[in-house]
């Protein structure tokens, strides 16, 4: 495995590849887990030659947000990798991806906007400007982004419609815990007691999902059955909810009771905080089976 932390390598690499064989990338910042591992699984399954990049972007953190106490164990996360059997692991620093005087940014598609754009200003921005960055070192054919992240999966295959960037962005689903809780990086600074409220956010997305199934009709009926389970600022439920919304699942913008929807165009996201650890989670809706 080639572990290389200058640009000019890895494009020359992947230049030298991709004559004849496929490569995939999965962009990360490190601190990996099983949720990573299956991204690179799908890679692998998708195109010859995987390479990972390992990278804590600082300009997709507020100054507030956790970008100093964000884990970096980098000798256990090049030994997964190993394992896996990727081909390259892209690991630049700070400087190599915005030298002194870097000044130019991408900005985000219209569906950045609402949710994580209104409450992280600027994310989208440092999110697009580090993932063109790195399409542009590493010219792959696919890159595999989890739907944890759903929006920042929306933005980023609107970025390369946008942009006639030719990559594919496959979207893989999430890896939970066997417990429901969705496999994050941030899982590991969660206290015991804050690790066992966790499961709120798994409950209210199968609540929600439960009662789509059961062509519930009230959107304000499948975003309360969401809090029900939250149960902000109870002691058995999370501290704080950023939101808990059902919404259409290619806008993110609501989706107005009066018109005809379908619950399979709808999903359901949440950000909420556990002391000051911030989740997300997400679940697309479906509607009920047809029946005759
Ligand atoms: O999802 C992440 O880990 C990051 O937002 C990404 C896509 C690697 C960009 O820094």
Redesign the pocket.
Known sequence: MLVTCDPCDARRWTESTTSNRRVAIV???GSLHEGHLSLVRRACALADEVVV?I???PT?FAPHEDLARYPRPIEDDLAMLEREGVAMVYSPSNDAIYPPGYSTFVEPPAVAEPLEGKLRPGHFR??CT??LK?FQTIPATVAV??QK?FQ?ALV?QAMVRDLDIPIHIDVAPTIREPDGLAMS?RNRYLSTEQRARSLCLSRALDACSQLAQENERSLASLESAMLDQLRPGQPDGADHVDYAVVVDRRTLHPVQQSISWQASDLVALIAARLGSTRLIDNRLLHSPPMTL
Request: glycine share 10%.
């Open positions: 962009p990360t910042m990049s990278f804590v972007n997709q440092g999110v580090i993932v790195l982004f989890g992240d920042q980023v990086s």
